[in-house]
T-cell receptor, first 111, second 116 residues
Framework: DAKTTQPTSMDCAEGRAANLPCNHS???????VYWYRQIHSQGPQYIIH???NNETNEMASLIITEDRKSSTLILPHATLRDTAVYYC????????????FGAGTRLTVKP | GAGVSQSPSNKVTEKGKDVELRCDPI?????LYWYRQRLGQGLEFLIY????????KSGLPSDRFSAERTGESVSTLTIQRTQQEDSAVYLC??????????????FGPGTRLTVL
């Protein structure tokens, strides 16, 4: 699986958009980009995933660059409850059992 | 609907004792995963069950670790002769995996294991 690089930490003001970047320069054509988050003392929570096109759901938007070497997770109106560690993961194929989580980005939403 | 549940939520044990951790996946989810997360670190894959196929045990760190799953329901992770380095949060996840489809994994709250 391709490796990902994320900033260690980020701050965001409450009510503003949080933009979390992820670099995956060695991504293969059949690898999907997944985002999860882990709020303190809880299990990871699935947020969104995509292959080529930008995606949006009730939680967030995922913007993937045309060359697919990087992506950005956007939380449009961050709240204090969005404070968490956000993990960007790329997965090579549907039968890949091992979802490797790196260190992620610790997002702190401040009032 | 009900999510993935795990029990106990916390377990404190003495070094050398055996422990059993339980996971109840979401009903209908054919795939079940166990992960370990040490303090301040990312998730470490342990084992994967998919339907009636042989489990993928490639992530188990030693032969002290084993896991079973009854059909497509409950799973138990057993750690024998626990060591202090086994202290971690053990997370279970399930997914409605079907061959050919991209899945998402739904995680339980975890069991925090402390080995004294």
């Amino acid at each position: 699986d391709a490796k990902t690089t994320q900033p260690t930490s980020m701050d965001c003001a409450e009510g503003r958009a949080a933009n979390l970047p992820c670099n995956h320069s060695t991504i293969s054509g059949n690898e999907y980009v997944y985002w999860y988050r882990q709020i303190h003392s809880q299990g990871p929570q699935y947020i969104i995933h995509g292959l080529k096109n930008n995606e949006t759901n009730e939680m967030a938007s995922l913007i993937i660059t045309e060359d697919r070497k990087s992506s950005t997770l956007i939380l449009p109106h961050a709240t204090l409850r969005d404070t968490a560690v956000y993990y960007c993961i790329v997965r090579v194929k549907v039968d890949n059992n091992d979802m490797r989580f790196g260190a992620g980005t610790r997002l702190t939403v401040k009032p | 609907g009900a999510g993935v549940s795990q029990s106990p939520s916390n377990k404190v044990t003495e070094k050398g004792k055996d422990v059993e951790l339980r996971c109840d996946p979401i009903s209908g989810h054919t795939a079940l995963y166990w992960y370990r997360q040490r303090l301040g670190q990312g998730l470490e894959f342990l084992i994967y069950f998919q339907g009636n196929s042989a489990p993928d045990k490639s992530g188990l760190p030693s032969d002290r670790f084993s896991a079973e799953r009854t059909g497509e329901s409950v799973s138990t992770l057993t750690i024998q002769r626990t060591q202090q380095e086994d202290s971690a949060v053990y997370l279970c996840a399930s997914s409605p995996r079907a061959r050919g489809l991209i899945d998402t994994q739904y995680f339980g709250p975890g069991t925090r294991l402390t080995v004294l």
